[in-house]
């Protein structure tokens, strides 16, 4: 017997979306038949980049991707982005918070508007999603919001970072509970290191050190990270709610 996990008929909108994780959780999900909308802040090329990629999508399956502009952070342009995505499909089945910066500091030389935009992308940006996305999310949908092995093990200079997906990953499991009526399923993945272009602004030393405490002996693909993504929508995951999955090779350093 083989399982399919087939999302045909269903509408995934995934946060900063034009690279990276994000990039490749639409494309897995497209992969297995849903209609993608992709987020962008519209900063550096994250416009063309979301455009080339729907570009992409649309011409392996037309009509399966859409591109929708909005700073997470900004609860008006959340708002908006969600309504407009009504307006043209109906509603969302899917909602992926992946839109994240970094802005590494020690605590001590770290500056207020450092520590500020951090929580406000990471942190109130997926609350901005969670409360506007729900309002147009269909009744046995599903939350996926990005966490970090950051938010466990209190990497030194990410303060900010650490502190916001510690968050999201606890406010997953308030949503769980208050989605759950409605048949909505909120989780949460913490990956460990994943090969990004994010990733590759680590310095090798660095890497070295890290690689000591992953078990795998390697870091992780970002692929692997939207396969969890995807069965956490799925059927497959019909009885979890309100978990971290930690998606790191096995690190406890």
Not at 125 to 148: P, Q, T, Y
């Amino acid at each position: 017997m083989s399982l399919t996990i087939d999302l045909s008929g269903k509408v995934a909108l995934i946060t900063g979306s034009s690279q990276g994780i994000g990039a490749q959780m639409a494309r897995t999900f497209h992969q297995a038949g849903a209609t993608v909308v992709l987020n962008h802040p519209d900063v550096g090329s994250t416009r063309a980049d979301a455009d080339k990629l729907a570009a992409e999508l649309n011409a392996a399956r037309p009509a399966s991707a859409v591109v929708a502009a909005a700073d997470v952070s900004q609860a008006d342009a959340v708002q908006r982005m969600m309504q407009g995505v009504r307006q043209r499909l109906g509603g969302i089945d899917f909602l992926i918070n992946n839109a994240a910066i970094l802005r590494d500091r020690t605590v001590a030389k770290m500056s207020l508007d450092e520590w500020r935009s951090v929580l406000d992308v990471n942190l109130s940006g997926v609350f901005h999603c969670c409360k506007f996305g729900l309002e147009i999310m269909r009744d046995g949908g599903a939350i996926v919001s990005l966490g970090s092995i950051a938010a466990i093990q209190g990497f030194y200079g990410q303060a900010n970072y650490a502190a916001a997906k510690a968050g999201v990953q606890a406010m997953m499991r308030v949503v769980s509970r208050e989605a759950a009526r409605r048949g909505i399923r909120a989780n949460a993945i913490a990956p460990g290191v994943i090969e990004t272009a994010m990733a590759a602004t680590i310095p090798d030393n660095i890497r070295a050190e890290m690689m000591k405490n992953i078990p795998l002996a390697r870091f992780g693909a970002a692929d692997e990270v939207a396969h969890v993504a995807l069965f956490l929508c799925s059927p497959l995951a019909s009885y979890v709610t309100g978990q971290t999955i930690e998606v790191n090779g096995g690190w406890r350093g």
